[in-house]
């Protein structure tokens, strides 16, 4: 069983609850939160990124329909603490998704257990706003791949992934504590390279919901004004690390194969960030990275053999240690923060590395200035490379 997706949910669970705790012990002058229940329902289109979804699977039908049902539970913070002033449309909280592919022999029906968070994009009207919202956690329950019972399954290779979702949606304020959402999204599950098959499922969907809002009633109608803000440079240093496959890819016709065990990934980020707003902060980062798996192929001892029995030379360290440059972008909000970057390795020798490369990462708070870093790092925009999970500590940093 694959293990890394549940140690990003614990990271994630552990940041949520140490950061309720925080804010309320310090918060002196209220201590209370405004909690909200929802329920979505979410139809969805399959995205046919690999033949097994274009109909090479045992049924021999294509696999274009998904369903999925969300349970949710969050809160907001009260309008006269300091994150309800300079927040005061985030919710964040914690949700519960069944999701079926109408494919149970092959696939599974899984269920997602996640963090989330939802805030206001724009006003349209006094009881309409547009609003994003972004799912992070773990699904189990999925058929993966196995050579005798499930062959053809080429997309899955573990019961557990990891669940990532973005979406955009209408809020309509129906009444003083009901809101209903319209609105639709990008879901993407995998086990980030822990584990081979990973194809990963990829699905385009829509989303209804009805949300009901407790003790908001306690609250004056009008909010008070958020604190000033003042621009500032931050720096946050990451340490993180991480296992993952690797497949052989030979030059020589049918010698290819996933390599046994797995392999370790240890980096540092350091990134120098210009807070443009409470909301946004953006620079650059210097990222260095040591892949176990890197360069490989340069080394075998006995190609041709099968995979199993492969053995290699263990390549030199600069031929697996990369130095890169990435710009980055961050979105700031309450107890989470989303970072985006793209990057290059300037410093670096053997084709494993020497490209482009792009990360995705969220940190969860734990204090002002510690963080828990749970990444994704991609190269040509498209293949994954490696989990990043580890943790962080922000220098200069400002409530």
Request: net charge positive; with cysteine; charged share 20%.
């Amino acid at each position: 069983m694959n293990r890394i997706p549940l140690y990003i949910l614990l990271l994630l669970f552990m940041g949520n609850i140490s950061l309720m705790g925080q804010v309320q012990s310090e918060d002196t002058l209220s201590r209370k939160l405004i909690h909200r229940i929802g329920i979505d329902l979410s139809p969805g289109y399959v995205l046919p990124t690999e033949k097994f979804f274009e109909g090479e699977n045992l049924r021999q039908k294509p696999i274009r329909s998904t369903f999925s049902t969300h349970l949710k539970w969050a809160f907001r913070f009260a309008p006269d603490s300091y994150f309800g002033r300079n927040y005061p449309h985030a919710s964040q909280g914690i949700g519960l998704a069944y999701n079926t592919f109408f494919d149970q022999d092959e696939i599974g029906s899984p269920i997602a257990l996640y963090v989330f968070q939802n805030s206001r994009i724009a006003s349209l009207t006094n009881r309409l706003s547009l609003d994003y919202e972004w799912n992070f956690g773990a699904s189990f329950g999925w058929k993966p791949y196995d050579e005798q019972s499930n062959p053809m399954n080429m997309v899955v290779g573990s019961k557990v992934n990891a669940y990532i979702h973005l979406g955009l949606m209408l809020n309509w304020h129906l009444a003083p504590q009901w809101n209903m959402t319209f609105g639709s999204g990008f879901t993407h599950f995998s086990n980030g390279n822990t584990c081979y098959p990973n194809a990963g499922v990829n699905t385009l969907g829509g989303r209804i919901g009805i949300v009901r809002t407790f003790n908001q009633e306690d609250w004056k109608p009008r909010r008070p004004a958020a604190d000033p803000f003042q621009r500032h440079f931050s720096y946050d240093l990451i340490l993180y690390g991480a296992l993952r496959k690797r497949v052989f890819l030979s030059d020589n016709p049918g010698a290819s194969a996933v390599l046994p065990g797995h392999f370790g990934v240890a980096g540092l980020n350091f990134n120098p960030m210009y807070n443009v707003s409470r909301y946004f902060r953006a620079g650059l980062s210097l990222d260095m990275q040591y892949d176990e798996s890197a360069n490989l192929k340069e080394h075998v001892v006995n190609e041709g053999v099968p995979g199993d029995d492969l053995r290699f030379y263990r390549p030199p360290f600069r031929e697996q240690f990369a130095v890169g440059l990435s710009a980055r972008a961050e979105i700031v909000m309450p107890i989470f923060s989303i970072n985006l970057g793209v990057g290059r390795n300037i410093i670096c020798k053997g084709e494993d590395t020497d490209h482009f490369y792009q990360i995705l990462a969220l940190k969860t708070h734990i204090t002002r200035r510690f963080f828990l870093h749970v990444g994704y790092q991609l190269y040509k925009f498209k293949d994954p490379n490696n989990l990043m999970l580890g943790i962080g500590y922000r220098f200069n940093g400002h409530p």
